[in-house]
């Protein structure tokens, strides 16, 4: 089993920044991924970014190229998102995910078999 918390969510003005971390713990093996996704009010969740653990590759949705950065720190076995340019249209519950089977990064939902509970990310215009 994996466990995987997030924090870090809050309430920012337009054009400000946030970090979510995740704390990932439990039976992490191999070569996995980690991945964030957002779910805004009364809509679908979607995929945000990912990374897989050795770092070396990375994907974004081209909404938050450029202003999001998702990283991860194996020491501390935590993976975060910075967020920068925040607009009203990032508010969301974000979830970290992780996909211990795929073995190329993706960003399809079904790949990631273990989810943390969410944080909710306001932003305010």
């Known amino acids: 089993q994996v466990q995987l918390v997030e924090s870090g969510g809050g309430l920012v003005q337009a054009g400000g920044s946030l970090r979510l971390s995740c704390a990932v713990s439990?039976?992490?093996?191999?070569?996995?991924?980690m991945g964030w996704f957002r779910q805004p009010p009364g809509k679908e969740r979607k995929f945000v970014a990912a990374?897989?653990?050795?770092?070396?590759?990375?994907l974004y949705v081209d909404d938050v190229k450029g202003r999001f950065t998702i990283s991860r720190d194996a020491a501390k076995n935590r993976v975060y998102l910075q967020m920068n340019s925040l607009k009203p249209e990032d508010t969301a519950v974000y979830y970290c995910?992780?996909?211990?089977?795929?073995?190329?990064?993706?960003?399809?939902?079904?790949?990631?078999?273990?989810w943390g509970q969410g944080t909710q990310v306001t932003v305010s215009s």
């Open positions: 439990g039976r992490t093996f191999g070569s996995y991924a």
């Open positions: 995910a992780a996909d211990m089977s795929s073995k190329s990064l993706g960003p399809r939902e079904s790949n990631y078999g273990y």
């Open positions: 990374i897989k653990w050795s770092g070396a590759s990375i």
